[in-house]
């Protein structure tokens, strides 16, 4: 059993908290209160950053502290959104939001994950009509190794993690969801994730 703290409790962060309690884990999901989000940080082994993307660096630069040597799994996109919600360009051009963090957060170990699908693919991905791909960015092997086995407990295959190598791969998968308002015009809702063919 690991010790999770999610931060953000809105569909992303609520779907994965109930999916990796099922899994076994002790989870605690920090909303907006005061003091919520550093709470659930510092005694947490691995956290989880589902906080909206355009706002993410200010609020987990302001847990330092906290997050100091621990695993901070980065499932978020930083964009600018369109009058209808849905992202029409990146906040961090020639950059990602898990540059971003990392960099500003050195002494924590930052994973880029699960930000290429709709949320309901984050831990159903079996429920697809065709295999997915989770990707993995990071500077830290041993951290991308304990995010994989999170992984393979919500129910990825293992030939269906690719890890990417460091941080800076982030920019490709971050870059990935300029494609979701474009599917979601044409299809709908229905649950998709950007896989590679092979």
Known sequence: MTTIAVLGNGRVGGNLATALTRAGHEVTVADRTPGAAA????TAQIVINATPGAGSLDR?????????DKILVDVSNATVDGPDGLP???????????EQLQEALPESR?????NTMLFPVMTAPATLTQAPDAFLSGEDPQAKQTV???????GWR????TDLGGIQ????T?????????????????????SIAR
């Open 158 to 161: 293992k030939e269906w993690i």
């Open 88 to 98: 029409v360009d990146l906040i961090y051009r020639g950059s990602s939001l898990a």
């Open 174 to 194: 971050e870059a990935a969801i300029l494609f979701v308002p474009h599917v979601i015009r044409s299809s709908g809702f229905t649950p998709f994730a950007i």
């Open 169 to 172: 791969t982030a920019r490709a």
């Open 148 to 154: 994989r086995h999170l992984l393979i407990e919500l």
């Open 39 to 42: 709470d659930a940080a510092r």
């Open 110 to 114: 930052v994973v880029k994950t699960l």
């Open 60 to 68: 987990l630069v302001a847990l330092r502290e906290e997050l100091r």
